[in-house]
Every structure is written in structure tokens, then in C-alpha cells.
């Protein structure tokens, strides 16, 4: 089969291409012939060596998947070969024509759902989730704000929020993401490479502020969210790239918190409640992914550099 192999941490021109033996399914793992593999910004990180968890090398990249399972046993009578499933993580990697996974890494892709957009999934719809609900405790009513929401994660964020009855606003930095945004649920979208945006949020919500702030980069943008929160409010980091100053004062005035998150902390039974409700979304018409990038598996190493450049329009797949 081909997959990509890093065997050293470095540039995106360490992802290689190789044709590597069949994998050998174990008792209690099923094979599954992908179809796409979804790709994130933790996996560029990893790739560079700069992320407190690394891989033993070499390895094979990615943790999204999506295509049709080939092989299982009868310890696992619900996934039989033929299903069409979308992968939330894997025992080999996801950057490949096949993967091994238990039972627990695989739920079930709705026909109406596209492989590519199966693969869009795991990562960005479990962040969203995890964040929003799990770490921000969102309720129906309040306002949310998602900064940086025309990227996977942050329109994820949106349909959730969305779907669970949240006023939604949203920051993109091009006229293309502000539109995709509000096609995606937000009752408004701001330009955040204008310097009045801070302000025009604060008027949207009387003056109050969000009551949940999602922040895609919180290195560039956490001091200034917590001078529009509403009282009580929480700010939910889900990505940074540094270090940032912040003035304590503006969190205690409003008695807010900053919350950290990592889908990593999820224990299984919370990923079991987090993809039941993301699969429900998806049977019900609520989510629906939006593919912003499609590249080949031979050429995963431009995908890494488009993960990690600007001007985010949805998630970017690597094809079978």
C-alpha cells in the first residue's frame, strides 16, 4: 500500500511517499481501506518536532480518516466489511491507502456524507465539541464568538453552535471566509484584520459582549478578547503559536475565565459522547463539513504548508 513516511522531524519536505507491505489485522482491530485522510495543524506541529507529544520514528502521519471497512471479526458484530465509516483515530496512521483501528476509533459515515468530508471529522468536529460543550459549558441563548472561524475547526464550532440554539458571530480575514461564515450558521462575521472589529462585536451584542469567546490564536488575539466578555464569560483556547501579555484586571472586573484544551484529555467515554453527538448531527443534517482543499497523499508535504499558511476556507484532505 502507499502511505507517507516521516523517518526524521523537520519541513514539510519530510513527508515521504513510500509503498510499504499490506497491514495484518490483529484480533479486535478492523481494516479499513481510506479514502481520505483528513489533515491538521497538531500533525504539521508533530511533523516539525515541536509538540510535547512525539512519535517513535519513523512514523506514518494523521489521525482523520474516512472509507469502508475491508476486514473485522465477530468480536465487534456491529462494523462489518462494507460499512462506510469515518476514522477518529488509528493504530497506524491515517496518511495511507489502508489503516488498523479498534472498534472504538470507528463510527458510522452517513450516505449522505462524502469521504472527503468524513475525513474532516475526528480532529476539528472533536475540538469543536469537546470545546464548546465539555470546556465552555455552552447553553442555548448565549452568544458565542468564534475567532478564526472559517478554518476546520472554527466553522465546526459554528454548525455546533449553531445547531444548539447559540447566537453565533464569527471572525474570518477575507471576504470569502466572512461569507462562509455566515453560510455555516453565524448570525454575523467580522473581519478581523480591521482594526474596529473589537468594537463592532461589542455593538452586536448591545454592549454586553460574547459570553463564550473560541480562539484559534490566542499568541495574537486573547488580551483583546478579554476586554469585550460579558460577565461570567470564559474564553476557550484551542490554539496558540506563543507566548501573549494579558492584563489580569480585565478578567477580574468580570469575574471570566480563560480556559486550555486538548482533545487529547477526552477520556474514552467522553469521545463516546462527543462522536455520538457529532454522528447525530450529521443524520440529522445540522453538521455538514465543508472541504476547503484536496490533495493527492503524494503531495501531503503542500497540504502541511497550506494547513499552516493564512486565509483558512474549511478543512484540507489528503485523497486515495
Same mark, same amino acid.
Given at each position: 500500500?502507499?502511505?507517507?513516511?516521516?523517518?526524521?522531524?523537520?519541513?514539510?519536505?519530510?513527508?515521504?511517499?513510500?509503498?510499504?507491505?499490506?497491514?495484518?489485522?490483529?484480533?479486535?482491530?478492523?481494516?479499513?481501506?481510506?479514502?481520505?485522510?483528513?489533515?491538521?495543524?497538531?500533525?504539521?506541529?508533530?511533523?516539525?518536532?515541536?509538540?510535547?507529544?512525539?512519535?517513535?520514528?519513523?512514523?506514518?502521519?494523521?489521525?482523520?480518516?474516512?472509507?469502508?471497512?475491508?476486514?473485522?471479526?465477530?468480536?465487534?458484530?456491529?462494523?462489518?466489511?462494507?460499512?462506510?465509516?469515518?476514522?477518529?483515530?488509528?493504530?497506524?496512521?491515517?496518511?495511507?491507502?489502508?489503516?488498523?483501528?479498534?472498534?472504538?476509533?470507528?463510527?458510522?459515515?452517513?450516505?449522505?456524507?462524502?469521504?472527503?468530508?468524513? $475525513? @474532516?471529522?475526528?480532529?476539528?468536529? /472533536? #475540538? =469543536?465539541?469537546? !470545546?464548546?460543550?465539555?470546556?465552555?459549558?455552552? &447553553?442555548? *441563548?448565549?452568544?458565542?464568538?468564534?475567532?478564526?472561524?472559517?478554518?476546520?475547526?472554527?466553522?465546526?464550532?459554528?454548525?455546533?453552535?449553531? $445547531? @444548539?440554539?447559540?447566537?453565533?458571530? /464569527? #471572525? =474570518?480575514?477575507? !471576504?470569502?471566509?466572512?461569507?462562509?461564515?455566515? &453560510?455555516? *450558521?453565524?448570525?454575523?462575521?467580522?473581519?478581523?484584520?480591521?482594526?474596529?472589529?473589537?468594537?463592532?462585536?461589542?455593538?452586536?451584542?448591545?454592549?454586553?459582549?460574547?459570553?463564550?469567546?473560541?480562539?484559534?490564536?490566542?499568541?495574537?488575539?486573547?488580551?483583546?478578547?478579554?476586554?469585550?466578555?460579558?460577565?461570567?464569560?470564559?474564553?476557550?483556547?484551542?490554539?496558540?503559536?506563543?507566548?501573549?501579555?494579558?492584563?489580569?484586571?480585565?478578567?477580574?472586573?468580570?469575574?471570566?475565565?480563560?480556559?486550555?484544551?486538548?482533545?487529547?484529555?477526552?477520556?474514552?467515554?467522553?469521545?463516546?459522547?462527543?462522536?455520538?453527538?457529532?454522528?447525530?448531527?450529521?443524520?440529522?443534517?445540522?453538521?455538514?463539513?465543508?472541504?476547503?482543499?484536496?490533495?493527492?497523499?503524494?503531495?501531503?508535504?503542500?497540504?502541511?504548508?497550506?494547513?499552516?499558511?493564512?486565509?483558512?476556507?474549511?478543512?484540507?484532505?489528503?485523497?486515495?
Amino acid at each position: 500500500m502507499k502511505s507517507i513516511h516521516v523517518s526524521s522531524f523537520g519541513e514539510p519536505s519530510v513527508l515521504k511517499l513510500e509503498e510499504a507491505p499490506e497491514l495484518s489485522r490483529k484480533p479486535s482491530q478492523i481494516l479499513v481501506r481510506l479514502h481520505a485522510a483528513g489533515v491538521n495543524p497538531v500533525e504539521a506541529y508533530i511533523r516539525a518536532g515541536k509538540y510535547a507529544r512525539l512519535p517513535s520514528l519513523p512514523y506514518i502521519p494523521g489521525a482523520d480518516g474516512a472509507g469502508v471497512i475491508v476486514e473485522t471479526d465477530d468480536e465487534t458484530p456491529s462494523l462489518t466489511p462494507g460499512d462506510r465509516v469515518y476514522l477518529t483515530g488509528s493504530l497506524t496512521g491515517t496518511y495511507a491507502e489502508e489503516a488498523l483501528c479498534t472498534p472504538d476509533q470507528l463510527n458510522p459515515l452517513p450516505d449522505q456524507i462524502s469521504f472527503e468530508q468524513g $475525513a @474532516a471529522l475526528g480532529v476539528p468536529y /472533536g #475540538t =469543536a465539541t469537546w !470545546a464548546l460543550f465539555n470546556r465552555g459549558h455552552a &447553553q442555548s *441563548g448565549e452568544t458565542l464568538l468564534v475567532h478564526g472561524a472559517s478554518g476546520g475547526v472554527g466553522l465546526a464550532a459554528v454548525q455546533l453552535a449553531h $445547531a @444548539a440554539g447559540m447566537r453565533v458571530l /464569527g #471572525t =474570518a480575514g477575507s !471576504a470569502e471566509g466572512l461569507e462562509l461564515i455566515r &453560510q455555516n *450558521g453565524a448570525e454575523a462575521a467580522f473581519d478581523h484584520h480591521d482594526s474596529r472589529h473589537l468594537e463592532e462585536i461589542k455593538a452586536a451584542t448591545g454592549g454586553r459582549g460574547p459570553d463564550i469567546v473560541l480562539e484559534m490564536l490566542a499568541n495574537q488575539n486573547l488580551g483583546s478578547d478579554l476586554t469585550i466578555l460579558a460577565p461570567n464569560g470564559r474564553v476557550v483556547v484551542v490554539g496558540s503559536r506563543g507566548p501573549v501579555e494579558i492584563d489580569p484586571r480585565n478578567l477580574m472586573m468580570r469575574e471570566a475565565d480563560i480556559r486550555g484544551i486538548t482533545l487529547f484529555s477526552a477520556t474514552p467515554a467522553d469521545r463516546t459522547e462527543i462522536y455520538a453527538r457529532i454522528t447525530s448531527g450529521l443524520e440529522n443534517g445540522s453538521l455538514n463539513p465543508v472541504i476547503g482543499g484536496k490533495f493527492p497523499l503524494a503531495e501531503a508535504a503542500a497540504a502541511h504548508e497550506a494547513i499552516m499558511g493564512k486565509g483558512a476556507r474549511g478543512k484540507i484532505v489528503l485523497t486515495m
